[in-house]
């Protein structure tokens, strides 16, 4: 079979599966049914590859081309338009081509001469009642009505700025014709406010006959649900779900009246392929059923339906997009003829890609604190563990194995120890005491998070946990109940396996208890709880919008009277939100949009602005007051408000904004292109303009005292190393750093191990365990009062990106690696021992690479060296008389296995190893 006629065989079964009767010319009967298509049509300028026919009229054409043409069919449009305009053989009068299809077995094109006449990709073809109901109708297409929108406005005094520039924006898309558009709007700014109120436009303006509202898990259908039925137009005493039919997919069956069809991805999947729907999974959301693994996953393919043909859909919403569901999912969205409308608060570079970069709006986080939408997170707690951080050992012998269902416990034998990383806890392994360590120090620092709230430890500010899976949480659930001695109510597992989750999110929402909740991915996204004032992370994830969509749970705002009905102990307005990390997830998105507003927690709002006024122009000084700002400016009265603006400085958001605006990119990018002058320039002088009204005395003076009428949040430093506010560990970190560096420099010419790595004259002196410890005793006495772990974790804070992470004891030889990298003698923070381990690796290539091998006994006495040298800086010939070389011969031993090797193997070692 040649090429095109390949490809006319699968179009030839498209055209049928879309309900045309297909004929040769020799059978011509166009009145059989509503669609024929007649192959090989005669025209004055050649046969048409197919001809289409509706109740009787020539409509329409489709050009086959063989799949090797595939990236050129869009150049067809001569040949097609030629067909399109000629006289047609055997009809009487002359018809109007107005539908042109180009297509492979691959690629299908379709271009409305009489709407658009632009070329655009559709999965298959058109039912024959679609293009009836186009071309025997005089009314304006769906495109057409598009265009319109703009005459029609609508209430804006219901909408927030950001979405009213949301929708604006939307609908001049839509009046360009473009089929993708992405809106981009922080976490509780309004996004399916804003995209209800589009669909309702959609629907009663453009005329379009039906919305799919696609999301990724069940919880997030029921709360569209919800929302389209609470939802009233401003142009209308009756509710959305009153005038349009709104159905939430639970099966395969669509009521043919729908006007606005909300389901899941996996279960539209399900309809198209015509599968069984029970046998999906649209409990748990795709980050948690797929982390991370996205691009590793096939995309899954779709077949034709002919109960919801591509013509069925005109637009649909994909709420969350971020999540990638384009990703794999692709065919569900490419499979319907529709306008594409994605919703996220964080739209990265792949979601604008899919979204051919139309991105028509997006209101950032920063933005959303700005304008009291959003509150920002104002304070970070870090409590690191070993466990966590490293992972752990079982020892050999008898151990305790948990069936993960039932609970069931199982003794059981190791038969070697088995040594776990921190990304089995609390999935293959489970270390109880780990969890107890992290929430007893969740509760005695509870006064540092909060230190204006009374009986904090009792009336535990909403606290949102999230854990690594059901099994986790319920650990977590068990021991945080048992450590606060609270009944079952205080604190309750809310994730898709508990009954009545719903009932439950109620409930922590709008009443006392719970007042801790423990979720996996259930309230991650998507989920409004104004009421949440701390997030305790104690899963990590690898998606910077997964990560900032579970920070969005806590930026939602509340007022006081609503705050206190769940916590009376309020005193305030919710003026930002406290994330705790026990798993290091911070460290992973230290650039994320949802950003700490606040880094000088220990500094009043008169102490930052001084600092300014003796020369700081830091970023953390100027976020920080902006920060204050942006919380004065919500708190203060409108008489206060009123006589701020005397000044002519513009309101305190206004301020607030020039300041953050200082260090924001775009901002700087786009200024910069307005100038001449380069990015830093522009960067000092919108700090200059900023700084302006800080600068203006009698503005401050009125600023601080209007402040004397209202409490802020003060944070008190955590001295426990390791354990605190983010800005405190980097604090003392560089003061350790500092310290230690200090130690090198003064005692380099005085201590021989610091002399021997200063000058790196590791040939002619050998460093010796004696040599270390010497000036390890040097080091943790005072003036310095540094040891290794102190050091190691103040670089960790530090270099995190410069660390290779490795499990080791608590080596003294790792010293070496310190101050071998305080003095940029590498540009990596490893172990000593793996430094040793790499050397050797690197040492043993390059012998290897030449004509000489060792045999496998050499190696053996070589690993053991290496382990030797690792521990004890170099090996000597004195040291083969010990253990572990006694064992196997000693000296002697080691000169016969060795007896064929030229080199002095010692001596190259330590050379090799250490140096």
């Not at 059981?412 to 806890?425: A, F, G, M, V």
């Not at 949102?464 to 597992?493: G, M, P, Q, Y």
């Not at 003036?783 to 004891?809: C, F, G, M």
């Amino acid at each position: 079979m040649k090429p095109e006629e390949s490809a006319r065989a699968v179009i030839d079964n498209k055209l049928e599966e879309a309900g045309y009767i297909l004929q040769d010319l020799v059978d011509f009967d166009i009145s059989i049914a509503l669609g024929v298509v007649v192959r090989e049509y005669p025209t004055n300028s050649g046969p048409v590859d197919y001809a289409i026919f509706i109740d009787g009229h020539a409509v329409g054409i489709v050009e086959a081309k063989r799949d090797s043409a595939g990236e050129s069919l869009l150049s067809v449009t001569n040949q097609t338009d030629r067909y399109a305009q000629c006289s047609w053989t055997h009809i009487s009068e002359r018809s109007k081509i107005r539908f042109v299809y180009t297509a492979t077995s691959i690629i299908t094109f379709f271009r409305d001469k009489d709407d658009d006449n632009r070329d655009r990709e559709v999965y298959t073809f058109h039912t024959p009642e679609k293009l009836k109901s186009l071309f025997f109708n005089d009314a304006p297409t769906i495109r057409q009505n598009m265009k319109k929108l703009h005459d029609h406005p609508f209430d804006k005094s219901k909408c927030r700025d950001c979405q009213i520039d949301a929708i604006t924006k939307l609908e001049d898309s839509f009046k360009m014709n473009k089929p993708r558009a992405l809106i981009g709007m922080a976490s509780g700014a309004g996004k399916t406010f804003t995209a209800i109120t589009a669909v309702y436009r959609l629907l009663s303006i453009a005329k379009i006959n039906r919305v799919l509202f696609l999301v990724d898990t069940r919880n997030l259908a029921e709360q569209a649900e919800q929302a389209f039925r609470g939802y009233k137009p401003d142009d209308s005493q009756r509710y959305f779900h009153e005038i349009y039919t709104v159905q939430r997919l639970s099966s395969h069956w669509i009521t043919n009246n729908v006007g606005v069809c909300i389901s899941t991805i996996q279960l539209m999947y399900s309809i198209l392929k015509n599968e069984d729907s029970t046998k999906i999974n649209d409990i748990d959301s795709l980050n948690e059923q797929y982390p991370d693994k996205f691009d590793n996953l096939p995309e899954v393919t779709v077949g034709y339906n002919s109960k919801y043909p591509i013509d069925f859909f005109d637009v649909i919403i994909i709420d969350e997009c971020h999540r990638s569901i384009y990703n794999i999912w692709k065919q569900v969205l490419d499979y319907f003829d529709a306008f594409l409308i994605g919703l996220t608060a964080t739209p990265d570079d792949r979601t604008k890609a899919f979204f051919n970069s139309n991105l028509v709006s997006e209101y950032t986080h920063v933005q959303a604190v700005k304008d009291h939408v959003n509150v920002p997170r104002i304070g970070t707690f870090i409590i690191k563990t070993r466990i966590t951080s490293r992972g752990g050992i079982l020892l050999k012998g008898p151990i305790e194995k948990r069936v993960r269902n039932t609970r069931k416990l199982i003794q059981t034998l190791n038969d070697k120890n088995i040594i776990y990383s921190r990304s089995e806890l609390d999935r293959t392994v489970v270390n109880k005491h780990q969890i107890r360590l992290i929430i007893k120090r969740f509760i005695s620092v509870l006064p540092d998070l909060f230190p204006k709230r009374e009986n904090v430890r009792s009336e535990v500010p909403k606290t949102l946990i999230f854990a690594k899976s059901d099994s986790h949480a319920d650990d977590i659930v068990s021991i945080i109940r048992e450590e606060f001695t609270k009944d079952n109510d205080f604190c309750k597992k809310i994730t898709y396996s508990v009954d009545n989750a719903h009932a439950l999110i109620n409930r922590f929402r709008n009443e006392y208890n719970p007042r801790i909740v423990v979720t996996v991915d259930m309230i991650s996204t998507g989920t409004d709880v104004k009421c949440i004032e701390c997030l305790l992370f104690m899963r990590d994830v690898r998606s910077r919008s997964y990560y900032e969509q579970m920070l969005g749970r806590g930026t939602r705002t509340i007022d006081l009277d609503e705050l206190q009905i769940v916590s009376p102990s309020a005193f305030d307005d919710k003026t930002g939100f406290i994330v705790v990390d026990a798993v290091g997830v911070t460290e992973s998105f230290k650039k994320t949009d949802l950003r700490q507003l606040e880094y000088k927690r220990n500094y009043t709002l008169e102490q930052l602005i001084n600092s300014v006024l003796n020369g700081k122009r830091d970023a953390k000084t100027l976020v920080s007051i902006a920060n204050r700002l942006i919380i004065l400016d919500r708190k203060f009265d409108v008489e206060t408000k009123k006589k701020l603006a005397k000044f002519n400085h513009g309101s305190l958001k206004e301020i607030a904004s020039k300041l953050l605006n200082c260090f924001e990119k775009k901002h700087i990018e786009s200024e910069t292109t307005k100038n001449s002058k380069g990015p830093s320039d522009i960067k000092q002088m919108l700090i200059n303009e900023a700084l302006t009204p800080i600068f203006d005395s009698e503005f401050t003076k009125f600023l601080l005292d209007a402040c004397k009428n209202y409490q802020t949040m003060d944070y008190t430093q955590d001295e426990i190393v390791q354990e605190g506010f983010v800005e405190d560990l980097k604090n003392n970190a560089d003061k350790h750093i500092s310290t230690f560096h200090d130690f090198i420099i003064e005692n380099k010419d005085k201590i021989d191990a610091l002399s021997i790595i200063y000058n790196c004259s590791y040939r002619t002196r050998h460093l010796t365990y004696a040599m270390i410890d010497e000036m390890y005793e040097i080091l943790i006495r005072e003036p310095y009062s540094l040891t290794r772990k102190l050091l190691w974790d103040a670089y960790n804070t530090k270099h995190t990106s410069k660390i290779v992470k490795q499990r080791t004891e608590d080596k003294l030889a790792d010293i070496v690696s310190l101050i071998r990298f305080e003095l940029k003698h590498t540009s990596k923070l490893e172990m000593f021992s793996t430094e040793v381990a790499d050397k050797f690796k690197k040492w043993t290539f390059k012998i290897h690479a030449g004509d000489f091998k060792f045999d496998y006994e050499q190696m053996r006495w070589l690993r053991k060296i290496k382990d030797h040298i690792s521990v004890n800086f170099n090996i000597s010939w004195e040291d083969l008389e010990t253990s572990p070389f006694s064992s196997d011969g000693g000296i002697i031993k080691f000169k016969e296995v060795f007896s064929n090797v030229e080199i002095n193997i010692l001596e190259e070692l330590n050379n090799a190893l250490v140096a």
